[in-house]
């Protein structure tokens, strides 16, 4: 009886080659040992794709082999505090290795009513491509083995399948050519099929916008397991999907992205300031004022860190740029525009575009440019919380004196101010989904790590919320923005009820995308109206 119910429900989808497949499936197996979760995706996989996937190398239990799906669950994923043993875990995990692969898991999660996660870079902030704590069971689909990038420099083009990094993307496309780059993160590691969802920003995102705003195509798999391009999802789809946030219309298998064009030389920097060497804050009130202006080949961010111990700790305030020219240009501009800096020709350093990006991803110098090919960050890795604000008006000094009380309160704290302007402030709000654009003189991104054998951890989450309630009068208001890509719970999360939902959602759809949040609703109704792609933070749907 309930076989039949069961067959009853595949024979719509099923061929007729693969309705005998599944008998021959049903007569292997003996009525005492019941079939696994995994067991029956793995059938209903080989169901609906003919591209053979070998089982050792593409599926990971824990009840096959614990260690080998830890190593495969841990891989990518950024944040420890997402790997702790309190922490839900998948059943088991999928590494497609065909396209055709993902369209199957798409059918088949549906088809067996099992929750669907999936992750390409494994960067997300708060671990939703690999954990879910709104819904259990869930299996995971690691994209990573899907990571082939074709470059066309003749029509400055390139295919990159989401499992590649950005990393690997940019060396590839310095392989063909010393003048083309591309707009992305300026994190190596990060993986291009996440990344370009929320955005993507770098140290290019001054003179050429966002990964997002230079997409030109993309092959996605829908809700219901059909692969789609550009014309085939239509132009409301291809809208959403450039700055939505990830995991919520479709998964994306690959982008076509337009390479730009980057000079043979370039020039970096990294200037240091003590407290002592700041203390009127007269160099970063200033950067404040120059920041979104200077020119749009100049990108300088701002990374304040907490060092020390009790007793001499002190927070160091670091200038480190790109510049898309030469020493002598740059020389000319800082005079000119940001002189209180005081940068000197010793500071600057020439190379070429694929070496700057191993140097601002922040790997010692000299490092081979081939490190971008590992998909690893410099840093080991550690728990974190992060969160991020816009700026719009530059923050006074009394106001920066008490940022830097709290900052010397931290533990391990850490904070970046990145420029807007450019053509940031040029490209209309609404023209992807992210819309921190015109008004914008830098975002913050404030982050806490600690390590695992950290007795007090909740100490740090105090700390940075402390911090940003702190930060309030400073920043943009109604809403008070925020990057997608820096996704921050703290600000609202979906649940099973989806009424809750809605109301919830229209608060932190507000701070991530503003009025786009509405478009972003509009479309997921439509494109996905039995809400597949779900998660704590995904495009609700209208409430019916
Ligand atoms: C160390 C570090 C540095 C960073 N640097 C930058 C930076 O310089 N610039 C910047 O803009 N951002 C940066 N980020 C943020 C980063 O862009 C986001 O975390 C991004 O979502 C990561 O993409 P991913 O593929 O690595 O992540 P994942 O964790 O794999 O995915 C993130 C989200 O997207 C979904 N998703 C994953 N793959 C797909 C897919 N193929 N199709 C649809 N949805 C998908 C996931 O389910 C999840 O919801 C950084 C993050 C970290 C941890
Ligand atoms: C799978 O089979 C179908 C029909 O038999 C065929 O059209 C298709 O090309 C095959 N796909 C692959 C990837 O082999
Ligand atoms: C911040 O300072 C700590 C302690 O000195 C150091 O280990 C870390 O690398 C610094 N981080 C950055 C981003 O400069
Ligand atoms: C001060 O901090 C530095 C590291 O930032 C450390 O090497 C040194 O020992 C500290 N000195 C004291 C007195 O704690």
């Known amino acids: 009886m309930a076989a039949g119910i069961v067959i009853s429900k595949l024979i719509p989808i099923i061929s007729y080659v693969s309705f005998l497949d599944l008998f021959v499936s049903f007569n292997t197996i003996t009525p005492t040992s019941p079939t696994s979760p995994q067991d029956d995706f793995v059938n209903c996989l080989h169901r609906n794709t003919n591209v053979s996937f070998p089982l050792e190398q593409t599926f990971f239990a824990p009840s096959k082999n614990v260690s080998m799906y830890n190593e495969v669950l841990e891989s990518t994923a950024q944040n420890l505090r997402f790997l702790s043993t309190t922490m839900p875990k998948p059943e088991f995990i999928f590494k497609p290795i065909d396209e055709s692969h993902v369209q199957a898991s798409v059918i088949c999660s549906k088809k067996l009513g099992i929750h669907l996660r999936f992750r390409s870079g ?175 080949e100049l990108f300088i961010r701002v990374i304040f860190n907490v060092t020390g111990n009790i007793g001499n700790k002190t927070v160091t305030t670091s200038y480190n740029a790109l510049f898309l020219g030469n020493k002598g240009m740059l020389l000319e501009v800082m005079k000119k525009s940001f002189p209180e800096l005081g940068l000197t020709r010793k ?63 931290a533990d391990s704290g850490l904070m970046i101010w990145n420029p807007y302007g450019g053509i940031m402030a040029e490209i209309p709000e609404s023209q992807i989904p992210f819309p921190h654009r015109k008004g914008v003189i830098f975002k913050i991104q404030y982050i806490t790590y600690w390590p695992n054998s950290d007795k007090r951890p909740s100490r740090h989450i105090y700390w940075i919320r402390d911090m940003y309630s702190y930060m309030m009068p400073y920043v943009s208001s109604n809403p008070r923005e925020a990057y997608v890509n820096y996704r921050d719970l703290d600000l609202g999360q979906n649940t099973k009820n989806t009424k809750i939902n809605f109301e919830q959602a229209q608060v932190w759809g507000a701070k991530y995308f503003k009025d786009n949040f509405n478009r972003l609703v509009r479309i997921k109704s439509k494109v996905d109206p039995e809400n597949f792609f779900r998660h704590e933070q995904s495009i609700p749907l209208l409430p019916v």
């Open 347 to 409: 500071d600057c350093v020439e190379m070429s575009w694929i070496e700057s990006v191993v140097y601002i991803s922040g790997f010692p110098s000299q490092t081979p440019i081939e490190v971008l090919l590992q998909g690893k960050p410099p840093k080991p890795k550690a728990n974190f919380k992060a969160k991020s604000d816009f700026v719009k008006n530059p923050i006074p000094e009394s106001g920066l004196a008490g940022m830097f009380q709290k900052l010397l309160e």
């Open 122 to 296: 494994g960067h997300d902030y708060e671990g939703l491509s690999y954990v879910s704590e709104m819904e259990t069971p869930f299996i995971l689909m690691d994209l990573s083995k899907l990571r082939e990038i074709d470059i066309n420099i003749e029509d400055n083009s390139a295919w990159a399948q989401a499992g590649a990094t950005v990393g690997e993307l940019y060396y590839r496309i310095a392989e063909k050519s010393q003048v083309h780059g591309f707009p992305a993160g300026l994190c190596s590691s990060v993986g291009i099929g996440g990344q370009i969802t929320g955005g993507a920003y770098g140290t290019m995102m001054r003179k050429y916008g966002l990964g997002g705003d230079n997409v030109l195509d993309a092959k996605i798999v829908d809700a219901n397991g059909k692969v789609l391009d550009r014309t085939s999802m239509g132009e409301d789809m291809f809208w959403a999907i450039r700055g939505g946030g990830g995991a919520s219309f479709g998964i994306i298998l690959a982008w076509k992205i337009k390479l730009v064009p980057v000079p043979k030389t370039v020039t970096v920097f990294t200037v240091t300031k003590t407290l002592e060497q700041d203390v009127g804050k007269k160099i970063l009130s200033k950067w404040q004022v120059v920041a979104d202006k200077i020119v749009e």
